[in-house]
Nanobody, 129 residues
Framework: QVQLRQSGEASVQPGGSTRLSCVASEQQIYSSHCMAWLRQAPGKEREWVAALDSDGTSSYSTSGKGRFTISRDRAKATLYLQMDNLEPEDTAIYYC??????????????????????WGQGTRVTVSA
C-alpha cells in the first residue's frame, strides 16, 4: 500500500509563493504512476492543477498553467508543487495523489479524482492579506 505524506499548512499573502512537498513510501512509485496535485476549495469540487507522467511529461490545468510548477526528486521520493503569484482564489486544501496508470488519462481538460487510488492527507493553503 503506497503512502503519501504531505508538508504542513501554508499561509501566503496575495502575490506570494510557496512550495508544497509530498514524500512517497516507495521510490518506484514514480516509475509506475502518474503523480498529480489536486485541490478542493470550500464548497467546490476537487480539481486537478498539475500532473506529472511517469516519463516526466508535465501538464497543467487552466488554474495552474503559468503559475504552478510540478516536479519530483526520485532520490528523495518526493513530489513538489511550486506555486507563484498566488491569489485568494487559490485558497484550498491541496492533495498529492498517485494515478492508477503510468500516464494520466484526461477527459477533455478534466482529470477525474476517481482515477487516483492513492492520496496524501492534504495541505491547507490560505492566501490572504
Amino acid at each position: 500500500q503506497v503512502q503519501l505524506r504531505q508538508s504542513g499548512e501554508a499561509s501566503v499573502q496575495p502575490g506570494g509563493s510557496t512550495r508544497l512537498s509530498c514524500v512517497a513510501s516507495e521510490q518506484q512509485i514514480y516509475s509506475s504512476h502518474c503523480m498529480a496535485w489536486l485541490r478542493q476549495a470550500p464548497g467546490k469540487e476537487r480539481e486537478w492543477v498539475a500532473a506529472l507522467d511517469s516519463d516526466g511529461t508535465s501538464s497543467y490545468s487552466t488554474s495552474g498553467k503559468g503559475r504552478f510548477t510540478i516536479s519530483r526528486d526520485r532520490a528523495k521520493a518526493t513530489l513538489y508543487l511550486q506555486m507563484d503569484n498566488l491569489e485568494p482564489e487559490d485558497t484550498a486544501i491541496y492533495y498529492c495523489a498517485a494515478h492508477r496508470d503510468p500516464d494520466c488519462a484526461y477527459i477533455g481538460d478534466t482529470l477525474p479524482a476517481s482515477e487516483f487510488p492513492f492520496w496524501g492527507q492534504g495541505t491547507r493553503v490560505t492566501v490572504s492579506a
